[in-house]
């Protein structure tokens, strides 16, 4: 008896003379119909879905071949041979980040997964010797799954359809990963700023904790006076420490993203962080563009009509699971050659097919579900990130129009009341640690808007990751000091 393999199925009529024949044709037209794989693995989707988003600046390269190592590896050191911009570090992760490489691989994968599932499986021959006295009989069969031949559109309609959602979530990871590296860049860049002032905010605590010891040595300062510019300096010390610390933590970040080590951790940044842009962006129909643009939501959408599609599929093949057609020739040595065909079924009687078809309409509804809640979700996300990033411009423009120009008018009279001596030394140093903290507080805000922007170009293209606000800058101390 021949195997009766598990194949999905479909109803066939069939004669006795024409059946072979028209298995035949149709076996030749599922062959030359097969998928195949295509020469890049499915990496040209992927450039072409993020090319628009990421500009046409951006280079994407699969490393699938030594040279393309060696390719990678010679740009990576062109773009670290001087500072490093945003778009350049955004470049650099595209080539030399590896976890980015194992994902494009994930392409390669799951193609062919897919062509294997749209290829028939191979025919099955069976040969038999069967004696009896004198009598010897040779049997001989040749069998295939016509269930799996006549099913074969429908499986390869949702196999593409899979396909397309592995590209999807692939582009999404590339662009996740520009808008992760821009965030670290510019926390990068930041706390590199951050800690330069700092140091400065340090060196006039510092000269003013040295000059009211003398003073106090030489009884022209009391205990009170005295330690009020040690905790200044105290506190100054500690944040720079902080922001020594921040820079670390944030350049390390930055260095992972990028896939640098040994040598190419010493790579340079620039010393500041971009100008505020003139005019914020306004977005009107920022929800429309969300639930035309992102990916996720056209994958749940995919995922949702490829579902539909294979409950079609349970449906149709719920009463035949398994459909065989063989053909038979038998040739005994005393007897006519025996020449046939046979179809092989399996019978609903157990198992009508209810519980597939229910399981079936059950992943329906829960995919149908998942695709709104990722529209209701990418509409409040725009929505959130849109408000972030006006706030942040609001609060970044107000530093650099109002606060910072306030502090420098207040530090220009206080320099010209000391030069008249109407105020002493501790106060104009007070005041310069009180103008150094509001650059500082600048530049953290301006920090926060490019963090702030970043995040609403992935809303409006993928799922963000939403940053909170990093929250005041670190002072040394009250802002201001004695006299103040």
Not at 339 to 349: D, F, M, Q, S, V
Not at 387 to 415: C, F, Q, T
Not at 426 to 440: P, T
């Amino acid at each position: 008896m021949n195997p009766q393999p598990q194949a999905v199925g479909a109803q066939a009529r069939s004669s006795p003379v024409g059946l072979p024949a028209l298995v035949a044709g149709v076996l030749v037209l599922a062959l030359t119909g097969c998928a195949s794989l295509s020469p890049d693995g499915g990496f040209g989707a992927v450039e072409s879905a993020t090319a628009e988003r990421l500009g046409t600046s951006a280079q994407l390269v699969w490393a699938r071949q030594p040279e393309d190592l060696d390719r990678i590896d010679k740009r990576v050191g062109e773009l670290l041979d001087k500072p490093l911009s945003m778009e350049a570090a955004v470049q650099l992760a595209l080539l030399n980040n590896r976890g980015l490489q194992a994902a494009y691989a994930e392409l390669g994968i799951t193609e062919a997964e897919v062509v294997q599932a749209g290829r028939l499986p191979n025919p099955g021959f069976s040969f038999g010797r069967v004696t009896q006295g004198d009598e010897i009989e040779w049997e001989r069969g040749l069998h295939f799954n016509l269930a799996r031949l006549l099913a074969l559109p429908l499986v390869q309609r949702v196999e593409a359809r899979r396909l397309e959602q592995v590209r999807a979530a692939v582009a999404q990871q590339v662009l996740a990963l520009a808008a992760d590296t821009r965030k670290a860049w510019v926390q990068a860049v930041a706390a590199e700023e951050s800690v330069r002032y700092s140091r400065q905010v340090m060196q006039a605590a510092e000269a003013s904790a040295e000059l009211a010891r003398r003073m106090a040595q030489v009884g022209n300062f009391n205990k009170l006076q005295q330690a009020r510019e040690q905790g200044f300096y105290a506190d100054a010390a500690l944040n720079l420490v902080r922001a020594e610390q921040q820079r670390r933590a944030t350049r390390e970040r930055l260095t992972r993203l990028l896939g640098l080590w040994g040598g190419q951790t010493g790579f340079r940044l620039p010393e500041r962080l971009p100008d505020l842009p003139a005019q914020a962006r306004e977005l009107p129909d920022i929800e429309r563009q969300a639930l035309t643009q992102r990916l996720d939501v056209a994958a749940a959408r995919a995922a949702a009509e490829a579902t539909a599609r294979n409950l079609g599929l349970t449906r149709t093949t719920r009463f035949i699971n398994v459909l065989e057609l063989g053909l038979v020739r038998n040739s005994i040595n005393e007897a006519p050659t025996q020449k046939g065909w046979e179809i092989g079924l399996e019978l609903p009687l157990f198992d009508w097919g209810g519980a597939r078809v229910a399981r079936a309409e059950g992943v329906y509804m829960q995919a149908l579900h998942r695709a709104a809640e990722t529209a209701i979700n990418a509409r409040s996300e725009v929505r959130e990130a849109y408000g972030a990033y006006r706030a942040a411009w609001d609060m970044a423009r107000h530093h650099r129009e109002e606060i910072v120009p306030l502090k420098a008018r207040i530090s220009e009279e206080n320099l010209l009341r000391y030069n008249g001596m109407l105020i002493g030394v501790f106060e104009l140093l007070a005041d310069a640690r009180s103008q150094i903290a509001s650059v500082n507080a600048a530049i953290d805000a301006l920090r926060d808007f490019w963090i702030a922007q970043a995040d609403l170009d992935m809303a409006l293209v993928g799922k963000p990751s939403l940053s909170a606000a990093a929250g005041p800058a670190m002072v040394a101390g009250p802002a201001g000091g004695p006299g103040h």
